[in-house]
């Protein structure tokens, strides 16, 4: 091989290896980049909180009641008090509890397809009159006032009056009752009809209204609903809250209380009580946790093993590049052999 030949394919071979060792760095930093996002994918999922599922125990609650006069009392929340009255006595607790009471109450019945009638008779002496049903209507002001005797209705019909107005003060029953009051005027009762029904309550309605639930409109209107109201005792939770004493067995269960202004110690029983509701919130949430927890970690094993894969397509790349360079740098040598066997029998030529 002449001189220029050997120079021309030594300064090839220099090229190609420059272009392999290039490559080679631009492999490298390839895996480099594949590395960073493997550690960043590994600290993702190492700084994920693992969904736990709830426990029962979590939403159980101890909850006290208290038996007084034969009725159970469920207490409602105990929290901490220091509270001393005016006898020196000290409340240690302020506690809301659940009670049954008998209250009288102004209730409003919607009856639908009520069956109103105007009946007018024949006869000129019967005035006419309203039914409901079966049953016929007093007007209200027809009713002895007067009549001071204990068999007298009137002071009944004004007790259930009364509380139907402070129940319900924005019906036309209880403007016309109020109106009445007031002014001591029989004429508003004129617009006040009564019955009893068949559970033996009085029921009140207004002849005509501003709103169509009154007598007249539902004769106009068989479809119409009719408003009438009743008052009676009605059995209800009430919710009372007081100072008390309770006293505590060594495990921290409440055995015993004495509220405020009594001298009654009452025996607490204890319950356990589980919110079924927030319970199953709880895990519908977990479940749901649960599956996204376990897609973004499928999403991140995915991603880890195509990053894997392309790291070993690139080692195999690399090696490939790796065997190139070994074979560049050995004809490298080879034809560096020759160039130096050439110069010197060049040189030898010239000594001779």
Same mark, same amino acid.
């Given at each position: 091989?002449?001189?220029? *030949?050997?120079? *021309?394919?030594?300064?090839?071979?220099?090229?190609?290896?420059?272009?392999?060792?290039?490559?080679?760095?631009?492999?490298?930093?390839?895996?480099?980049?594949? *590395?960073?996002?493997?550690?960043?994918?590994?600290?993702?999922?190492?700084?994920?909180?693992?969904?736990?599922?709830?426990?029962?125990?979590?939403?159980?609650?101890?909850? @006290?009641?208290?038996?007084?006069?034969?009725?159970?009392?469920?207490?409602?929340?105990?929290?901490?008090?220091?509270?001393?009255?005016?006898?020196?006595?000290?409340?240690?607790?302020?506690?809301?509890?659940?009670?049954?009471?008998?209250? @009288?109450?102004?209730?409003?019945?919607?009856?639908?397809?009520?069956?109103?009638?105007?009946?007018?008779?024949?006869?000129? =002496?019967?005035?006419?009159?309203?039914?409901?049903?079966?049953?016929?209507?007093?007007?209200?002001?027809?009713?002895?006032?007067?009549?001071? #005797?204990?068999?007298?209705?009137?002071?009944?019909?004004?007790?259930?009056?009364?509380?139907?107005?402070?129940?319900?003060?924005?019906?036309?029953? *209880?403007?016309?009752?109020?109106?009445?009051?007031?002014?001591? #005027?029989?004429?508003?009762?004129?617009?006040?009809?009564?019955?009893?029904?068949?559970?033996?309550?009085?029921?009140?309605?207004?002849?005509?209204?501003?709103?169509?639930?009154?007598?007249?409109?539902?004769?106009?209107?068989?479809?119409?609903?009719?408003?009438?109201?009743?008052?009676?005792?009605?059995?209800?939770?009430?919710?009372?809250?007081?100072?008390?004493?309770?006293? @505590?067995?060594?495990?921290?269960?409440?055995?015993?209380?004495?509220?405020?202004?009594?001298?009654?110690?009452?025996?607490?029983?204890? =319950?356990?009580?589980?919110?079924?509701?927030?319970?199953?919130?709880?895990?519908?949430?977990?479940? @749901?946790?649960?599956?996204?927890?376990?897609?973004?970690?499928?999403?991140?094993?995915?991603?880890?093993?195509?990053?894997?894969?392309?790291?070993?397509?690139?080692?195999?790349?690399?090696?490939?590049?790796?065997?190139?360079?070994?074979?560049?740098?050995?004809?490298?040598?080879?034809?560096?052999?020759?160039?130096?066997?050439?110069?010197?029998?060049?040189?030898?030529?010239?000594?001779?």
């Amino acid at each position: 091989m002449g001189m220029a *030949a050997s120079q *021309a394919r030594w300064i090839s071979l220099a090229a190609r290896k420059t272009n392999v060792e290039y490559e080679g760095q631009q492999i490298n930093q390839a895996r480099t980049a594949l *590395a960073n996002e493997t550690s960043a994918l590994w600290n993702q999922l190492y700084n994920m909180k693992v969904p736990t599922a709830p426990s029962t125990t979590d939403f159980t609650t101890t909850e @006290y009641s208290f038996e007084n006069g034969g009725a159970v009392n469920t207490i409602k929340e105990i929290q901490d008090a220091d509270y001393t009255d005016s006898d020196g006595i000290h409340y240690n607790s302020y506690v809301t509890y659940y009670t049954r009471v008998d209250e @009288y109450t102004g209730i409003r019945n919607a009856i639908s397809n009520p069956q109103v009638q105007y009946v007018s008779p024949t006869d000129p =002496s019967i005035d006419p009159y309203y039914m409901v049903g079966t049953r016929t209507l007093v007007c209200l002001d027809t009713v002895d006032r007067d009549d001071p #005797s204990k068999s007298s209705p009137w002071g009944t019909y004004k007790a259930q009056l009364d509380q139907i107005a402070a129940d319900w003060p924005e019906s036309q029953l *209880a403007k016309d009752w109020v109106a009445y009051r007031d002014s001591g #005027s029989p004429a508003t009762l004129s617009n006040i009809y009564f019955w009893t029904d068949i559970n033996g309550d009085t029921n009140y309605a207004s002849r005509t209204a501003s709103t169509p639930d009154s007598l007249d409109a539902c004769v106009s209107d068989p479809l119409a609903t009719l408003h009438s109201y009743y008052a009676k005792y009605q059995s209800q939770n009430k919710e009372v809250s007081k100072y008390a004493i309770i006293e @505590y067995e060594a495990q921290g269960r409440a055995t015993s209380i004495q509220f405020e202004g009594s001298s009654a110690v009452f025996a607490l029983s204890a =319950s356990t009580k589980t919110d079924d509701a927030a319970y199953q919130d709880a895990m519908n949430q977990y479940n @749901y946790d649960q599956a996204s927890y376990e897609q973004k970690v499928q999403d991140i094993n995915a991603r880890t093993e195509q990053i894997q894969t392309e790291d070993r397509t690139l080692e195999l790349r690399l090696k490939a590049l790796d065997t190139e360079q070994n074979a560049l740098q050995t004809e490298m040598e080879a034809v560096h052999k020759i160039i130096s066997k050439n110069i010197e029998s060049t040189f030898k030529t010239f000594e001779s």
